[in-house]
């Protein structure tokens, strides 16, 4: 078996989500896809299982046995999944975006060992944006080196949220929305958590807040955290749950803003 550097991984990684971009843009110009709704509320279309097929197929080329958790083919093991190495994907972050005919939507691939996330890939294919990180060489948007905004107060802070899908779940996030729009600049609602994430770490946002899965934000929580943002959760992380996978209330932020913004948040019940 190949033993593989961090760079031969993460560059492999950004091969892989760049064909997975190319098969998205292409089912996009073609407008022959299905659609239907998964749990009733979640939108899920042929292409993301598709995506998720290709990359799955990839990886165990490149990476046989390697554990993987991804969003169409094993959702059910999420934090059940216990591997020295894991492979965390979402083939179409933002597929109600896909489906609309909007831009916000990326493939998202990171790579955790022993519960610590090494490697990030966001592949933007409708922005022209390839986002990519591995611990300890630094983040990069399309091979150049990004870093967070200098934003150093809550007023100057622009920050990004996501809502569930459960309309009765998003009544509870209204107070916390309300505080960041009373003490932040202004709020962004992008629709795909990775891009949000690698916004951060290049300084088009300086917040984002949010719960999401583990195949939504690993990647780019890698990448935030390499460019140089604050990582955290707004929460404990339960005994036995690497925090790299832990979902749950995460925050990241440009530094100077973490704590107020954590203060903030917490703030609201």
Not at 8 to 20: F, K, N, P, T
Not at 95 to 121: M, P
Not at 167 to 185: I, M
């Amino acid at each position: 078996m190949t033993a593989y550097t961090l760079e031969a991984r993460l560059a492999l990684a950004v091969r892989i989500a760049e064909e997975a971009g190319d098969m998205i843009r292409r089912a996009r110009e073609q407008q022959d896809f299905s659609q239907r709704l998964k749990g009733g509320i979640e939108l899920v279309t042929d292409v993301d299982v598709a995506v998720d097929t290709l990359i799955s197929q990839r990886l165990e080329e490149y990476f046989p046995g390697e554990a993987r958790l991804s969003e169409e083919l094993s959702p059910e093991r999420a934090l059940q999944t216990p591997a020295k190495q894991l492979w965390v994907v979402d083939p179409i972050d933002g597929t109600v975006n896909f489906a609309q005919g909007l831009r916000h939507v990326a493939v998202s691939i990171g790579w955790i060992e022993d519960g610590i996330g090494k490697v990030g890939v966001v592949h933007a294919p409708f922005l022209g944006d390839t986002f990519s990180a591995a611990q300890g060489l630094g983040a990069f948007c399309n091979q150049q080196p990004i870093k967070p905004s200098q934003a150093e107060t809550l007023e100057s802070t622009l920050v990004a949220t996501g809502f569930p899908y459960d309309k009765e779940a998003r009544k509870q996030l209204l107070p916390r929305l309300e505080a960041v729009l009373t003490n932040c600049q202004d709020v962004r609602r992008n629709g795909a958590a990775a891009i949000d994430l690698c916004d951060v770490a290049c300084g088009r946002l300086d917040a984002y807040y949010e719960s999401v899965s583990p195949w939504d934000f690993v990647a780019g929580w890698v990448i935030a955290r390499e460019a140089g943002a604050k990582v955290g959760h707004l929460t404990d992380v339960p005994d036995g749950v690497p925090a790299d996978l832990y979902p749950k209330q995460l925050l990241v932020t440009t530094p100077k803003v973490y704590d107020a913004m954590a203060s903030l948040l917490k703030s609201i019940d």
